[in-house]
């Protein structure tokens, strides 16, 4: 795999484009999570999702990395799945991680990528590779933890120090 300016483009593309798998899958396990947490979730628009894709990717160092990432797991396919089963899930939690953009997100968007994988649908198309569950999953992990709507994410931390008193 060679990663140009134009692939990391057609890659920034391709995300754009799987918009209704992506947002559906984030919205699925916004209202999941929220449920097994007992909070209220705000659900995510297209046009957030599309948002934070363009920032993803408008961020150089950023983009190229998620490309990769992308990809990788568009591609991905093992005979017989199951031996493949670390791989693709190793990679979707590290485009997970890259797509939040840090610690402390990072580790929420890797545990949440695992949550995901298991709402994405099992009946893919025979012809798809097996990364690409995990691709989406990923995705919708790592935008969904990007992405406003949770309430403690809304309010101020009390852990943060005064340095100007």
Request: cysteine-free.
């Amino acid at each position: 795999m060679r990663l140009t300016p134009d692939r990391v483009a057609a890659e920034y593309e391709w995300v754009r484009a799987r918009e209704p798998t992506v947002v559906a899958l984030i919205n699925e396990t916004r209202d999941a999570l929220g449920d097994r947490f007992d909070t209220d979730v705000a659900s995510v628009s297209p046009a957030a999702y599309r948002g934070a894709v363009d920032d993803v990717f408008a961020d150089g160092e950023m983009a190229v990395n998620v490309a990769g990432y992308v990809s990788i797991l568009r591609d991905l396919d093992v005979a017989n799945d199951y031996p493949g089963f670390v791989v693709d899930e190793v990679l979707g939690r590290a485009l997970a991680e890259t797509i939040a953009g840090g610690q402390p997100l990072s580790i929420l968007a890797a545990a949440t990528f695992h949550f995901a994988d298991i709402h994405t649908d099992d009946e893919a198309a025979e012809a798809d590779p097996a990364g690409l569950d995990d691709l989406d999953a990923a995705l919708a992990a790592g935008f969904q933890t990007r992405l406003p709507g949770w309430t403690w994410r809304e309010e101020p931390s009390p852990f943060g120090v005064d340095v100007d008193g």
